[in-house]
């Protein structure tokens, strides 16, 4: 296999910036043809490496492709899930290079989608042609890509709900995570949820001049930064009423174990350009990534923006906030509780809209599983050490969906790393890890065919 993957990777190299090429971003109508042909693209390539059944299935959205190899009903079933579609690449001008013209520097893929998610999807499919041309797949595969998790997934439930008997497996496997760092492996066995909102506050029925009325009008700009201020208190612990009730409080041993992980607060704060971290009282930076709720402002907007001056009390303001979740956390609740406390925090003067856009569940994975002993033996092979398990701050909402509707627990198999500035400019994916992920995902399939089924 080794041999294999070194006489072509060039090729898959190539392969890969031809899909990067195409702006498969789903948050913009514009690119929505973009977006269909990434889908076509990828069907393509799932035909080309031997696998069958291969289709776009239409949505209410964006297609979800799948496509399967079934060796032998009697082996072990892998549920293989990614997305094609990638964030807008905004601000463009932030970019050293054309974010859908995808270069190599310093060993590194630069493009929007690189590492999220075509780079590591593409693993899957070249990991496929690997073990087809070398005695082919020691297990059933199953893979499912959608186009519409940057925007929320709102078609997938659907479709597997819809789709029980098509989807079914012993495990799904998922390379849409991270790693510490290519010399300190790791798997990520647990991932925060997610409660996404935009908010609107509106005072006078117009833009009015801040001379003649400034001082005798409630401001929505002021009013929306102040009400944003008081959602933190001054350790910044989250001030809605409700919100920790059901938040899950590890043991000391448990968070001991977790400040295991191999981290540096100084090469944390140097790879961001910051003097010093901040979060959450009487937490360490591990702790507030992965096991503690947060709350932020994505965006803030109001008023006018443009060059020169405009001395205006705009009618309204917007911001759009975001609250990370964990277990026991449910993001139904947390956005109850969240639009019932920010209307009730709005002074006289305003009025205050809250407009809930997309949540996810928090989720842990059990390490004691065959799947993820398969997975944990496979980085220990390539990478020569045994993978530390780690908790992501990030969200991937489906893992608890699949969990809920199919019955399965899910592998997070990620190859990317922290420094790849997935979502921002400059997004990039390590040559060494592109290759390294091939080279990992056929033993993962050839060390769970041999455990069985978890």
């Not at 060039?10 to 043809?33: T, Y």
């Not at 971290?277 to 990534?289: M, N, S």
């Amino acid at each position: 296999m080794a041999s294999f993957l070194q006489d072509n990777q060039e090729r898959f190299l190539n392969e890969l910036m031809d899909w990067l090429r195409i702006p498969s971003v789903s948050a913009d109508p514009k690119f929505r043809n973009d977006v269909l042909r990434a889908a076509d693209y990828l069907k393509a390539r799932l035909e080309e490496v031997g696998l069958e059944n291969v289709e776009l299935c239409q949505t209410a959205g964006n297609p979800i492709v799948y496509g399967e190899k079934v060796v032998d009903p009697s082996l072990p079933t892998v549920l293989v899930y990614g997305h094609y579609d990638v964030q807008p690449a905004d601000p463009l001008e932030l970019w050293t290079s054309g974010p859908f013209e995808p270069v190599i520097k310093d060993d590194k893929i630069y493009a929007r989608g690189a590492c999220d998610d075509k780079g590591q999807v593409y693993m899957h499919v070249k990991a496929f042609e690997v073990m087809m041309q070398n005695g082919g797949l020691p297990c059933n595969v199953k893979v499912m890509v959608e186009g519409e998790e940057e925007i929320g997934s709102n078609n997938l439930g659907i479709f597997v709900r819809e789709n029980k008997e098509k989807l079914k497996a012993d495990v799904i496997l998922i390379s849409d995570t991270g790693m510490i760092a290519n010399d300190t492996p790791s798997i990520e066995v647990g991932l925060r949820g997610l409660s996404y909102h935009e908010v609107e506050v509106t005072g006078p029925n117009r833009d009015l001049h801040s001379g003649l009325y400034g001082g005798a009008v409630a401001n929505p700009i002021n009013v929306l930064c102040k009400m944003i201020a008081s959602l933190h208190d001054e350790n910044n612990h989250i001030t809605i009423p409700g919100f920790y009730d059901k938040v899950d409080v590890l043991s000391e041993a448990e968070r001991a174990e977790l400040n295991r992980v191999p981290h540096s607060d100084d090469e944390f704060k140097q790879s961001i350009g910051l003097p010093a971290t901040y979060g959450e009282e009487g937490y360490t930076t591990v702790e507030r990534i992965g096991i503690r709720p947060t709350l932020d402002v994505n965006g803030i907007w109001g008023g006018y923006t443009g060059e020169g001056a405009k001395t205006v009390i705009a009618s309204k303001a917007f911001a759009k906030i975001s609250m990370r979740l964990v277990p026991h956390q449910t993001s139904d609740e947390i956005t109850a509780l969240f639009q019932q406390h920010f209307a009730s925090i709005a002074p006289e003067g305003v009025t205050v809209q809250v407009r809930p856009h997309h949540g996810g569940e928090p989720v842990v994975t059990p390490t004691d599983s065959v799947a993820y002993q398969a997975a944990a033996k496979a980085i220990e092979t390539t990478y020569g050490k045994k993978p530390v398990p780690t908790r992501g701050g990030g969200s991937i909402p489906i893992v608890a969906m699949f969990k809920s509707e199919l019955g399965i627990d899910t592998v997070l198999l990620g190859f990317g790393l922290d420094s790849d500035a997935i979502h921002s400019p400059n997004e990039h994916f390590g040559v060494f890890n592109f290759l390294k992920g091939i080279e990992t995902i056929p033993l993962f399939y050839q060390n769970y065919a041999a455990a069985g089924r978890s």
